[in-house]
């Protein structure tokens, strides 16, 4: 039996000696032209105590690429946020602060919701 190691998935068995592991992850890694993305901003406040938080789906690209673009985003809001899961989270209703930033960039194809 192969005994393979993966660093984010921890230890996967098998009995193909051919076998290769997928990163979970690859699909992420495609980089799309800032007017071919179709991003998503949202307004969202279920499972934060009350607290409206503003969320931008649908960037693909790098993990790094996406923390560099939250960062840019927070910094033009001058609030905090994060990226997780696919997602990149800014701090309060900031959706009007967003699209101007996605729209002063080249993102063409966003909606707000």
């Known amino acids: 039996m192969a005994k393979i190691k993966i660093p984010t998935s921890g230890i996967i068995y098998s ?3 051919d076998f290769k592991t997928y990163d979970d992850h690859d699909e ?3 980089s799309l032209p800032a007017e071919a993305q179709k991003i998503r901003i949202r307004l969202e406040t279920k499972h934060r105590a009350g607290k409206a938080v ?3 789906e649908g960037f693909s690209g790098t993990n790094a690429e996406k923390e560099e673009i939250g960062k840019k985003i ?3 809001c001058g609030t905090g946020g994060s990226v997780k ?3 990149i989270i800014i701090q309060g209703d900031q959706r009007d602060k967003v699209l101007q930033w996605l729209l002063k960039n080249g993102y063409k194809h966003s909606k707000k919701i």
């Open 28 to 30: 992420d890694n495609i």
């Open 54 to 56: 503003t969320l931008l």
């Open 74 to 76: 927070k910094s033009f």
């Open 15 to 17: 009995t193909d000696p």
């Open 85 to 87: 899961d696919g997602e």
